[in-house]
């Protein structure tokens, strides 16, 4: 995190980008070796499942490696907390601007079997979906159905864990309150 006049800028860990990108390279390698091997077996094998299986691999790997790869680059990426509200640079939320008095809530959100989030809760989400783009809008609405919020956030690439994050905007949503 870098602090600069009452700006809090958390950008895009190298070291968890490295990491998350060689992982995402790993599979779509093991994916194009699975692809030749399909291909190399006999002609009598109906080996249709398996290619559109595989292909389908490929272009989800392929994807989250190009994505990855651009999160590593773009020194934009991650989050802005300032006297005005949190500018989410990450993630579907990406080009979301999010001001202290629409806050009504934090939660942390630990799934059984996945990742942790930083749910926010906000007094008009409709307003964010609105904003987004259709693909966004779609995980925004899932989101929102699933957890009553449309904004999530997750310390994967963030150069910061959860908690630290969680505790970083608690502290700015009750000094925003303090100077009303």
Known sequence: ??????????????????????????????CFWAMFKVLELPNEFNKTFLVVGISTLIIAFGLGCISSLNKLVDSNQGLILNDTGIHINIGPNRGQFVPWDQIKGLKIH????????????????????????WLSRFFLKMNNVSHKTPLSL????LDCSLEELFTTIEDKIKNDRLHD
């Open 110 to 133: 630990n799934q059984i079997q996945g990742g942790t989030f930083l749910l926010i809760f906000v007094k008009n989400p409709d307003h964010f979906l609105i904003k987004s783009s």
């Open 1 to 30: 995190m870098k602090v600069d006049k009452g700006e809090i800028r958390i950008k895009v860990s190298k070291i968890k980008g490295f990491a998350l990108t060689a992982i995402t390279t790993g599979l779509l390698a093991v």
């Open 154 to 157: 997750t310390s994967n690439w």
